[in-house]
């Protein structure tokens, strides 16, 4: 198992950012994970897991050991009537796999297709997008728990899903490597074109066979027009979260502003599209040096090529302060800081 030093980044985050860690090493198995966490161990250095690097943003170097989760393998591991549950190594990469399951004929993910990253991060931030999120077709996890080496299943209710949240990201925050995840996928499908731009993809595509292939390549069409392809351009998708506010905050931005992107969730509250609000404080296209917000799409930042990873996080600052000031609502930021 190779252990480099200081090791360049660029080409491990879909920003972009070209900072260092300190150690770097890629395992493809819990063993190989094990032995590699132990010399960690005895340097007293931080540790941190990396998958497909599409939710992070470096703003310095990283002075401890980064390893890549490259753990493969796709398999079935069991059947009844309705459903397929369908296992993959957390280094798979998430479209792919997308991709492997709707060749199977396997209903539950095309509405994700073509989201960047790996499969080991899908729980870790309940990865969502066009009406569906992954804990509604989730089975269950297995995690190498770092502390005591020990592997850990956790089932749906253990991963404490939220908004893109989950356990993993709050009180578990960085003690858990994952390993696998198994998706537990329908035979039948119950297609979701609950999202209002699917609809209208579809019947631009002139489909009159609903199927999940073109749901898939609905969501294929619709992402690629308007989001940054990070091979292309360094992003992490939406930068913020779209915030929720309750009936009274909701009543009073309506009345000041009858624009406003808003649906209703649970509890009489109400969600706000992130995008709306920092596209109507001025920030759509903007471009300061190389760091961006793309100029289809105001929730995702851009780096065009050589942004530090703090241009890009000071940028972020400048926009939560002046939603803040314009509409009282407070934006977090949805990517990983480190
Ligand atoms: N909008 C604007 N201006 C903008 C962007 C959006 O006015 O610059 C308004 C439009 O009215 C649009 C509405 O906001 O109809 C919603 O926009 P969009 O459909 O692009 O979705 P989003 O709420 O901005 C969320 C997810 C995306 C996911 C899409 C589709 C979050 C933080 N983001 O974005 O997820 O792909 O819905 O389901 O919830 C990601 O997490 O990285 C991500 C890309």
New binding site residues.
């Given amino acids: 198992m190779q252990v480099s030093e200081n090791v360049l980044l660029k080409s491990y985050n879909t920003f972009g950012i070209d900072a260092q860690a300190r150690y770097f090493a890629a395992f493809s198995s819990v063993a190989a994970l094990q032995e590699l966490t132990a010399q960690q161990r005895a340097q007293q250095l931080p540790l941190m897991i990396l998958g497909g690097g599409s ?1 992070i943003l470096f703003t310095q170097d990283f002075n401890g050991w980064l390893l890549k989760n490259e753990i493969k393998g796709i398999s079935i591991v069991k059947e009844d009537n309705d459903y397929v549950y369908v296992k993959a190594g957390a280094g798979e990469n998430w479209h792919q796999f997308v991709q492997h399951c709707i060749g199977l004929n396997l209903a539950g993910l095309e509405n994700l297709s073509l ?1 960047p990253g790996n499969v080991g991060a899908s729980p870790m ?1 309940n ?5 569906v999120e992954i804990k509604d077709v989730f089975h269950e996890l297995e995690a190498l728990h770092l502390a005591d080496n020990k592997v850990v299943t956790f089932n749906n209710a253990d991963c404490h899903f939220g ?2 949240e989950s356990v993993f990201k709050k009180e578990y925050r960085q003690q858990f490597a994952i390993l696998s995840v198994t998706y537990r996928l329908s035979k039948q499908p119950h297609f979701n074109t609950s ?3 699917i609809n209208e993809e579809l019947q631009r595509m002139n489909v009159s066979d609903l199927s999940i292939q073109a749901i898939s390549q609905a969501v294929i069409n619709i ?1 690629s027009s ?2 940054p392809d990070p091979a292309k351009i360094g992003n ?3 930068f ?3 915030p929720t506010i309750n009936k009274a905050q909701y009543t009073a931005l309506h009345e000041a502003y009858p624009q406003l ?1 808003a649906y209703p969730v649970a509890d009489e509250q109400f969600k706000l ?4 609000l ?2 109507q404080c001025g920030w ?1 296209g903007y471009r300061k040096g190389d760091a961006g917000v ?1 100029a ?5 930042l851009v780096n065009y090529g050589h942004a530090r990873g703090r241009e890009i996080y000071d940028l972020s600052q400048e926009i939560l302060d002046s939603v803040e000031e314009k509409f009282g609502v407070a934006l977090e930021r ?1 990517v990983n800081i480190c």
Avoid at 273 to 276: D, E, I, L, S
Avoid at 296 to 300: D, E, G, P, S
């Fill in positions: 939710n989201i931030q990865i969502g997008a066009y009406g908004y893109r999202y209002g731009a992402r308007k989001l992490a998708g939406s913020f979260k779209n992107v599209a992130a995008g709306w920092i596209e759509k793309h289809k799409q105001a929730l995702v949805e």
